[in-house]
């Protein structure tokens, strides 16, 4: 074989060693990216797989609602209302007793924009609170916990429309959520919390079943700021029962 030959067999040899060389750097900063990687992947799910008793709590879940037997809380909002589709706002005004805020009655004066009111009254239940308390299963941050909670239910009877000679009764359900802006670990007894809540109401009117003036279900959907206040002792504990 010639001398050239060589050489040239030689400079491809190189070139292939060193195109070797850069694939396996390549190869070995691909690996390195991918398992540092894998490493903050793994890291991040460990993070947010931590439980949550590992986490500072504010309290065992009840914040405060041992401290008195009853809740009465007094709202005031906006509701807007439709009925065959056409949508009116009016005025609302809701007072509400619930013992160890779990469960109580309630009633609401209810007005739209053409001075029609509806006088709604039954029960509201707020079955959260409780059976997340009696199992330990709070979350263990006051605004969260007292906002999950805070879902409730209403049924009753709704009254419509005030003011006539003779109103009809209609069933009524509802729905709602509580924003809590003043908590209870930062208000001062009476005065229990402040915050905002929205609703959905349902009036079923029937009028073969229960004589109401017309047969058409009204839909509301409204929001009122509500301020609670504790009456009567509870079980005092002090932060034990924050």
């Known amino acids: 074989m010639s001398v050239e030959g060589q050489s040239a067999i030689g400079e491809a040899?190189?070139?292939?060693?060193?195109?070797?060389?850069?694939?396996?750097r390549l190869a070995g900063a691909r690996g390195a990216r991918a398992a540092s990687l894998a490493l903050f992947v793994a890291c991040s799910v460990v993070g947010f797989a931590r439980p949550a008793h590992?986490?500072?709590?504010?309290g065992d879940g009840a914040y405060e609602r041992w401290d008195s037997y009853v809740t009465v809380e007094l709202a005031a909002?906006?509701?807007?209302?439709?009925?065959?589709?056409?949508?009116?706002?009016?005025?609302?005004?809701?007072?509400?007793?619930?013992?160890?805020?779990?469960?109580?009655?309630?009633?609401?004066?209810?007005?739209?924009?053409?001075?029609?009111g509806t006088l709604v009254a039954g029960i509201e239940l707020r079955p959260l609170w409780p059976a997340l308390f009696l199992l330990d299963a709070s979350i263990g941050h006051e605004w969260l916990d007292l906002f999950v909670q805070s879902i409730s239910?209403?049924?009753?009877?709704?009254?419509?429309?005030?003011?006539a000679d003779d109103p009809g009764v209609a069933f009524a359900w509802g729905a709602a959520i509580d924003l809590p802006f003043v908590l209870p670990s930062r208000a001062s007894a009476p005065l229990q919390?402040?915050?905002?809540r929205l609703q959905l109401r349902r009036v079923r009117v029937d009028e073969r079943a229960l004589e109401a003036p017309a047969a058409s279900d009204v839909w509301s959907i409204g929001a009122t700021l509500r301020v609670s206040f504790g009456a009567g002792r509870g079980r005092s504990g002090g932060a034990r029962w924050r």
């Open 193 to 196: 919390g402040v915050g905002l």
């Open 54 to 58: 590992a986490q500072p709590r504010d």
């Open 77 to 116: 909002g906006a509701m807007a209302s439709t009925r065959d589709g056409d949508w009116r706002v009016g005025p609302v005004a809701e007072l509400r007793t619930r013992v160890l805020d779990a469960a109580g009655p309630f009633v609401a004066f209810q007005w739209d924009a053409l001075g029609e």
């Open 13 to 24: 040899s190189a070139r292939a060693c060193s195109a070797s060389e850069r694939s396996a």
């Open 153 to 163: 239910v209403e049924l009753g009877a709704a009254f419509l429309p005030l003011g």
